[in-house]
C-alpha cells in the first residue's frame, strides 16, 4: 500500500516538475516579431490620345463649281475628313480637315508587396527583467500547487487505504 502511494507522489511531482520545466522554458525563450506581408493592388487607367498624321492630298477633285466658289471633299463613309472650298472673288482659301482622333485605354495593374519589419527587440536589461518576472510567477504557481498536493495527498492516502481495506 505505502509503495503505490510512493509511487503515486513519485509520479504527481515528476508531472508538476516536468510541467514547470516546460512552461519556464517557454515562457523564457519568448520568440522574434514576425515579418508582416501587406499586399496592394494598384491599377492605373490612363488615356493615351495619338495625335493623326498630318494630311497632304493633291488628288482633290472640285465637286461643286460656281462664279463664286470652288469646293471639293474628301468623304470616308459618312464622314467629312477634309473641305476645302476656294473663293476667288475674296481670293480666300477655307479648309478644314478632320482626321480620326485615336484614343487608346492603358491600363497599368501593379501588384506591391510591402514587407513590415517587426518591431524593435528590447534591451537586454528589459528581457532579463521579464524573465525574472515569469520565474517568479511560475514558481509561486508551482508553491501553490505543491501546497494543494500536500494538503490533498494525507486524504487521498486515507481514502486509497479504505479501498483496499474494503477490497
Not at 75 to 86: H, K, N
Request: aromatic fraction near 8%.
Amino acid at each position: 500500500m505505502q509503495r503505490f502511494a510512493k509511487l503515486l507522489l513519485y509520479w504527481m511531482a515528476t508531472v508538476i516538475l516536468t510541467l514547470f520545466v516546460l512552461l519556464l522554458g517557454a515562457w523564457s525563450a519568448g520568440c522574434g516579431g514576425t515579418v508582416i506581408q501587406r499586399e496592394k493592388l494598384v491599377v492605373k487607367d490612363s488615356i493615351i490620345t495619338v495625335v493623326p498624321p498630318v494630311v497632304i492630298d493633291s488628288n482633290l477633285i472640285p465637286h461643286t463649281i460656281t462664279d463664286s466658289m470652288i469646293a471639293a471633299l474628301r468623304l470616308r463613309g459618312r464622314d467629312t475628313v477634309m473641305s476645302i472650298q476656294y473663293y476667288p472673288q475674296e481670293k480666300r482659301f477655307y479648309v478644314h480637315v478632320q482626321p480620326d482622333t485615336v484614343r487608346i485605354i492603358y491600363r497599368d495593374t501593379t501588384h506591391i508587396v510591402q514587407l513590415i519589419p517587426p518591431a524593435e527587440r528590447p534591451s537586454f536589461m528589459q528581457r532579463v527583467e521579464n524573465n525574472v518576472v515569469r520565474i517568479v510567477t511560475t514558481s509561486l504557481v508551482a508553491v501553490v500547487i505543491a501546497l494543494a498536493i500536500a494538503y490533498l495527498y494525507p486524504r487521498l492516502k486515507t481514502k486509497i487505504r479504505s479501498y483496499y481495506n474494503d477490497s
